[in-house]
């Protein structure tokens, strides 16, 4: 063990037991940014650059006690390779000692990568109406590099694995930087990052503006490296048959030791028998395009309005990880037949981890690399998002003791950042985003009572009355914001190896979903809409349904203080706030999982109810 901490103990439906990481990130930053500034009659100028040398020395173990995870399928029946579905029971499973998990041996690695930079930039007011501000930024990140070699530098498509197993034609494994010519870098030089920015800001009146204006920003891929082989995680191995004689239980579920990390001396056969992971060398970096156009017009009583358009674009953005060794859905036919245990030909070949009894389930041997039980490529910058709003603001300057901010926006935010229920066909995965509010608007005011010395009324107030009534400012901030869309799940089934299925969507979601949040906290959506997917199939829903929604925020907050003025030197405020005011329940989300005893009932509240807090501040 690498480290003496709580295992993490997952159980279906039930608290997570989590372990204690053991994390050790060290590091440095080295930085030269120099920048100046030249004004030529109606230029000004602006050019400069930044050069960073980032080290970072990891090492990290999330689970130095173990991963073990324990799910209905293990004991559910009356076919332990095809259990009907809600058949079994997690907690049993944890009881009977039968799951799923690994433990990791880490290595630590020690990375660098320089980032350069270079801009100008020209303020330029071609007239007394209009200004222009016109740049261009070039930005090159230098492929992460590993002090002593140990990462990895893609997978080897279509090269011939060195694994040989009979009626197999074996391709693909893990290829490692500074090794057979590779470069050292985890990553292709993307030399290619330039960012044009332009704006202007044009006087249509004394009283009217217009401003637009376009930039595109590169977001570096921050992190670490991919150690594989050098870093190893020993699977527990519960069963060689799918389930049907029980081999290794939780009491003791590494019987022989933990496998040591080997390198990279065994080429593409790195960890065959095992699960691998590797970035991808050719992605390139995200990058983002983000306009705007808003006009600006002054109003009467020191008040000014502004509408506005706000838009972006991601691009190559990244996602979540990627299974590249999922059964493809031509295979999905196959049924029940695909848990089916046949004649293993890896047997005798690979004598370490899931591969390395007598049989081995036919949808192993139909993976496009069947010589690994996984094949994961970590952050892939294949995502897209989109947004689009509308956006009003009414600011109210402080004048006759009243100030005020009120802003709403309506908008729609859409992305592919999902995990995809298969990972060949991702053209289903654009949704609403998981942060999407369709409308928002906040208030933000503060008033200064007109009465008491020096205001208003009572200006010539007596001393005695000026401590009461006097001096005192009332505040508030208000947000009313809609619900954020929901996503489904659901418990049990016998699915294709690799697959994140999804629920059935067989009607109306909304259909008799109507009156208050509290009135439909026992069924908040039409849970009759919804089905588990049969066996074997993916389910049609998308990642996210935008017409259901969780509750949305309503929250007020006041706030009363009082200045009060002991002597020329002393000062006294008192402030009283009042936080949920109107002590109105934010309900958190329903349950979203099918089958789930609870699934459409909402058994939280989000926000707090209401608290009143007193401070008392003196200042001499």
Same mark, same amino acid.
């Not at 293990?74 to 076919?79: K, L, R």
């Not at 070039?138 to 990462?151: D, F, H, I, L």
């Not at 069924?523 to 997917?533: E, G, K, L, Q, V």
């Given at each position: 063990?690498?480290?003496?901490?709580?295992?993490?103990?997952?159980?279906?439906?039930?608290?997570?037991?989590?372990?204690?990481?053991?994390?050790?990130?060290?590091?440095?930053?080295?930085?030269?940014?120099?920048?100046?500034?030249?004004? $030529?009659?109606?230029?000004?100028?602006?050019?400069?650059?930044?050069?960073?040398?980032?080290?970072? +020395?990891?090492?990290?173990?999330?689970?130095?006690?173990?991963?073990?995870?324990?799910?209905?399928?293990?004991?559910?029946?009356?076919?332990?390779?095809?259990?009907?579905?809600?058949?079994?029971?997690?907690?049993?499973?944890?009881?009977?000692?039968?799951?799923?998990?690994?433990?990791?041996?880490?290595?630590?690695?020690?990375?660098?990568?320089?980032?350069?930079?270079?801009?100008?930039?020209?303020?330029?007011?071609?007239?007394?109406?209009?200004?222009?501000?016109?740049?261009?930024?070039?930005?090159?990140?230098?492929?992460?590099?590993?002090?002593?070699?140990?990462?990895?530098?893609?997978?080897?498509?279509?090269?011939?694995?060195?694994?040989?197993?009979?009626?197999?034609?074996?391709?693909?494994?893990?290829?490692?930087?500074?090794?057979?010519?590779?470069?050292?870098?985890?990553?292709?030089?993307?030399?290619?990052?330039?960012?044009?920015?332009?704006?202007?800001?044009?006087?249509?009146?004394?009283?009217?503006?217009?401003?637009?204006?376009?930039?595109?920003?590169?977001?570096?891929?921050?992190?670490?490296?991919?150690?594989?082989?050098?870093?190893?995680?020993?699977?527990?191995?519960?069963?060689?048959?799918?389930?049907?004689?029980?081999?290794?239980?939780?009491?003791?579920?590494?019987?022989?030791?933990?496998?040591?990390?080997?390198?990279?001396?065994?080429?593409?056969?790195?960890?065959?028998?095992?699960?691998?992971?590797?970035?991808?060398?050719?992605? $390139?970096?995200?990058?983002?395009?983000?306009?705007?156009? #808003?006009?600006?017009?002054?109003?009467?009583?020191?008040?000014?309005?502004?509408?506005?358009?706000?838009?972006?674009?991601?691009?190559?953005?990244?996602?979540?990880?990627?299974?590249?060794?999922?059964?493809?859905?031509?295979?999905?036919?196959?049924?029940?037949?695909?848990?089916?245990?046949?004649?293993?030909?890896?047997?005798?070949?690979?004598?370490?981890?899931?591969?390395?009894?007598?049989?081995?389930?036919?949808?192993?041997?139909?993976?496009?690399?069947?010589?690994?039980?996984?094949?994961?490529?970590?952050?892939?910058?294949?995502?897209?998002?989109?947004? +689009?709003?509308?956006?009003?603001?009414?600011?109210?300057?402080?004048?006759?003791?009243?100030?005020?901010?009120?802003?709403?926006?309506?908008?729609?935010?859409?992305?592919?950042?999902?995990?995809?229920? #298969?990972?060949?066909?991702?053209?289903?995965?654009?949704?609403?985003?998981?942060?999407?509010?369709?409308?928002?608007?906040?208030?933000?005011?503060?008033? #200064?009572?007109?009465?008491?010395?020096?205001?208003?009324?009572?200006?010539?107030?007596?001393?005695?009355?000026?401590?009461?009534?006097?001096?005192?400012?009332?505040?508030?901030?208000?947000?009313?914001?809609?619900?954020?869309?929901?996503?489904?799940?659901?418990?049990?089934?016998?699915?294709?190896?690799?697959?994140?299925?999804?629920?059935?969507?067989?009607? #109306?979601?909304?259909?008799?979903?109507?009156?208050?949040?509290?009135?439909?906290?026992?069924?908040?959506?039409?849970?009759?809409?919804?089905?588990?997917?049969?066996?074997?199939?993916?389910?049609?829903?998308?990642?996210?349904?935008?017409?259901?929604?969780?509750?949305?925020?309503?929250?007020?907050?006041?706030?009363?203080?009082?200045?009060?003025?002991?002597?020329?030197?002393?000062?006294?405020?008192? $402030?009283?706030?009042?936080?949920?005011?109107?002590?109105?329940?934010?309900?958190?989300?329903?349950?979203?999982?099918?089958?789930?005893?609870?699934?459409?009932?909402?058994?939280?509240?989000?926000?707090?109810?209401?608290?009143?807090?007193?401070?008392?501040?003196?200042?001499?």
């Amino acid at each position: 063990l690498q480290g003496l901490a709580f295992p993490t103990v997952s159980v279906t439906d039930m608290q997570q037991l989590a372990g204690s990481p053991l994390i050790k990130d060290p590091g440095d930053t080295w930085s030269l940014q120099p920048s100046m500034s030249s004004q $030529r009659g109606a230029h000004l100028v602006k050019f400069g650059g930044e050069t960073r040398l980032i080290r970072g +020395h990891f090492f990290r173990n999330l689970n130095p006690g173990g991963n073990y995870s324990f799910g209905v399928n293990q004991t559910g029946g009356p076919n332990v390779n095809t259990p009907a579905g809600n058949s079994g029971f997690a907690l049993a499973s944890l009881l009977f000692g039968y799951g799923s998990g690994s433990m990791s041996s880490n290595t630590g690695v020690s990375i660098q990568n320089v980032y350069y930079g270079m801009y100008v930039q020209d303020d330029w007011k071609v007239n007394r109406k209009l200004t222009l501000n016109i740049g261009l930024r070039w930005e090159y990140e230098t492929p992460r590099t590993e002090r002593y070699n140990r990462a990895t530098r893609g997978f080897g498509f279509g090269v011939a694995s060195p694994v040989r197993a009979p009626g197999l034609n074996l391709t693909g494994g893990l290829l490692y930087a500074n090794k057979d010519g590779r470069p050292r870098g985890i990553y292709s030089s993307d030399r290619n990052n330039f960012a044009p920015r332009i704006g202007f800001a044009y006087s249509l009146s004394a009283k009217n503006v217009l401003r637009g204006g376009y930039a595109l920003s590169y977001i570096p891929v921050i992190g670490s490296v991919f150690s594989d082989g050098f870093s190893n995680d020993t699977p527990w191995i519960a069963s060689l048959d799918g389930g049907l004689t029980i081999i290794n239980k939780l009491s003791n579920p590494f019987p022989s030791g933990l496998l040591p990390a080997i390198g990279s001396s065994q080429g593409l056969a790195t960890l065959a028998g095992q699960g691998v992971s590797f970035v991808e060398p050719g992605d $390139r970096t995200p990058k983002f395009h983000n306009w705007h156009f #808003d006009v600006q017009r002054e109003l009467p009583s020191q008040s000014l309005l502004e509408v506005a358009y706000v838009g972006s674009r991601g691009v190559s953005l990244v996602s979540t990880n990627e299974n590249l060794n999922q059964v493809p859905a031509s295979q999905f036919g196959l049924g029940a037949a695909l848990k089916q245990q046949v004649p293993n030909p890896f047997f005798g070949i690979l004598t370490t981890g899931g591969l390395a009894g007598a049989t081995v389930a036919r949808e192993q041997l139909l993976r496009p690399y069947p010589q690994f039980t996984g094949v994961t490529r970590v952050n892939p910058a294949y995502g897209n998002s989109s947004y +689009h709003s509308l956006q009003m603001k009414l600011e109210k300057r402080l004048a006759q003791g009243i100030a005020a901010l009120i802003s709403f926006t309506a908008s729609k935010n859409m992305s592919d950042l999902n995990n995809p229920r #298969d990972a060949f066909n991702r053209s289903v995965e654009r949704a609403v985003s998981d942060i999407d509010v369709p409308q928002r608007l906040t208030i933000a005011g503060s008033w #200064d009572l007109p009465f008491g010395r020096g205001r208003k009324y009572g200006s010539n107030m007596h001393r005695a009355g000026d401590l009461v009534v006097g001096g005192w400012q009332l505040s508030t901030f208000q947000t009313y914001q809609g619900g954020f869309a929901l996503g489904f799940g659901f418990a049990g089934g016998t699915f294709a190896a690799g697959t994140s299925p999804r629920v059935n969507l067989i009607s #109306d979601p909304t259909s008799g979903a109507t009156g208050s949040h509290q009135s439909r906290l026992d069924r908040y959506f039409n849970t009759d809409a919804f089905a588990r997917p049969a066996d074997f199939t993916l389910g049609n829903l998308a990642p996210r349904l935008h017409t259901v929604r969780s509750p949305g925020m309503n929250n007020n907050n006041i706030t009363a203080t009082k200045d009060f003025k002991i002597s020329e030197r002393i000062k006294t405020q008192f $402030r009283g706030s009042f936080y949920n005011a109107l002590n109105h329940p934010v309900f958190g989300g329903p349950n979203t999982t099918v089958g789930n005893a609870s699934f459409g009932r909402i058994s939280t509240q989000a926000n707090i109810s209401r608290q009143i807090e007193f401070g008392l501040r003196v200042s001499y």
